[in-house]
């Protein structure tokens, strides 16, 4: 089985601080993506990545920034969190010819005070 | 890129009876469309996915969905609906290279 994980199931920052979310996944795959989720919004692209080192923006990604340096590993940063980041964060990776096949974490419950 | 809609937020439904979660899409050509599940607490699971041939697709967990291009609807069906069905159910469509544009979701509640 396909095996995404998310480093924290809920955060607590405060406004301003640096925030990471770490997502690791256990097969392989090309493809990673993060996404946060609000009520009545559904899931809204931050980033994406289809290979180490690249990166390509989402329909969001004002407020944040991703590093990918290894395969496995896709990491969110805000790098001044603010309220209005509070949310929840989910991470998902997919094979590189399989996009739309996508495997997902748990989340991550960002609370930003 | 596609996109699609789901009109209802939330649905209730009674353990046993029939489902069905409507999904509308926008698309001109022969659409690839899926249907995502989310368990409280959970991230998401793909659930069905069609890309062409027979309208009507079998997924996991006893769901199916059937591709009506007159309608250019998606709608997801379950015959009779466990307490374990309550979740919230997300239609989906490619949004670009390897991207996935997600509907609004609906949430299902199910009741005794």
């Known amino acids: 089985d396909v095996k995404v994980t998310q480093s924290s199931r809920y955060l607590v920052k405060r406004t301003g601080e640096k925030v990471f979310l770490e997502c690791v996944q256990d097969?392989?795959?090309?493809?990673m993506f993060w996404y946060r989720q609000d009520p009545g919004l559904g899931l809204r692209l931050i980033y994406f990545s289809y290979d180490v080192k690249m990166k390509e923006k989402g329909d969001i990604p004002e407020g944040y920034s991703v590093s990918r340096e290894k395969k496995e590993r896709f990491s969110l940063i805000l790098e001044s969190a603010s309220t209005n980041q509070t949310s929840m964060y989910l991470c998902a990776s997919s094979l590189g010819d399989r996009g739309y096949e996508q495997y997902f974490g748990p989340g991550t419950r960002l609370t930003v005070t | 890129a596609q996109s699609v809609t789901q009109p209802d937020i939330h649905i209730t439904v009674s353990e046993g009876a029939s489902l069905e979660l409507r999904c509308n899409y926008s698309?001109?050509?022969?659409?690839?469309l899926f249907w995502y599940v989310q368990s409280p607490g959970q991230g998401l699971q793909l659930l069905l996915k069609y890309f062409s041939g027979d309208t009507l697709v079998q997924g996991i967990k006893g769901f199916e969905a059937e591709f009506k291009r007159s309608q250019s609807s998606f709608n997801l069906r379950k015959p009779s609906v466990h307490w374990s069905d309550a979740a919230e159910y997300f239609c989906a469509a490619p949004g670009g290279y390897q991207k996935v544009t997600f509907g609004t979701g609906t949430k299902l509640q199910v009741i005794p």
């Open positions: 698309y001109g050509a022969t659409p690839y």
């Open positions: 097969m392989d795959h090309e493809n």
